[in-house]
């Protein structure tokens, strides 16, 4: 099993959704430790995409991951905009041409997404950010390249969720949350818990 474009299109729709319900939240977590907009810059990026989706149902997946991330650069302010963009431009030129994603491709996608986003931001797992999640999915599917594609994707996702979650007793040492240092210790990063609803969005528009 692969995941098809079409499934790539519902997966950026239903990303739209979900951080439209999950706004609060996310800002939430945000005012604990940040300046409580990750929930309304998540919403307003995706937003943007599901605008464009229309617009890109007959283009291939990197075409469509490209313009995702042009979008979510010009839309998203703040911190994880341009982190979030590039790592969607950054996905995109390892699966240019492509109508549909192997384990593999979706390994491919998130770690060189994930580097990208590591090289613009400096932060590295342990640091109590998205790269937390990031970097525990891409662990994960390296090792899942050879298991079918909704196994995968499901022990994936538990690994992610335990990144997320073990970000609540870390320290800050990056973004704006590291200007609080040990007052940020107790709280789930925000953008650990984006690129969560992000992972968790593409296993169930998979299956
Ligand atoms: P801002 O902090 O500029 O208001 P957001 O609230 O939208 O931006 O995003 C905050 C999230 O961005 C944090 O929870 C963290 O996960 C992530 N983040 C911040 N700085 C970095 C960085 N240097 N590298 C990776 N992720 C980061
Ligand atoms: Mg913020
Ligand atoms: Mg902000």
């Known amino acids: 099993m692969v995941v098809s474009k079409k499934q ?14 999950q706004q609060e939240f996310l800002t939430n977590l945000d005012r604990e430790i940040g300046d409580a907009d990750h929930g309304l810059n998540m919403n307003r990026g995706f937003k943007k995409v599901k605008e464009k989706l229309p617009t890109l149902e007959d283009k ?12 979510l650069l010009s839309s998203i302010g703040g911190a994880s905009g341009p982190l979030y963009g590039t790592f969607f431009l950054k996905a995109a030129e390892c699966v240019m041409a492509k109508e549909e994603l192997t384990v593999t491709d979706l390994y491919n996608l998130y770690r060189e997404g994930t580097e990208r986003i590591i090289a613009r931001g400096m932060a590295h797992p342990g640091d109590k950010t998205m790269v937390d999640t990031l970097s525990a999915i891409v662990s994960s599917l390296q090792t899942q390249q050879e298991a ?19 970000t609540i007793p870390m ?18 990063d925000p953008g650990a818990t984006s690129s969560y609803l ?3 969005t593409l296993c169930e528009v998979v299956g």
């Open 8 to 21: 790539v299109i519902d997966w950026l729709d239903a990303s739209a959704t979900v951080f439209e319900q």
């Open 60 to 71: 291939d997946i990197g075409t469509i991951l490209k313009n995702t991330g042009m979008v």
């Open 148 to 166: 079918p594609l909704t196994s995968a994707l499901n022990s994936t996702l538990v690994a992610a969720e335990a990144a997320m979650k073990s």
């Open 171 to 188: 320290r800050a040492a990056k973004g704006r949350a590291s200007y609080l240092g040990e007052r940020s210790i107790g709280h789930q």
């Open 198 to 200: 992000l992972f968790k």
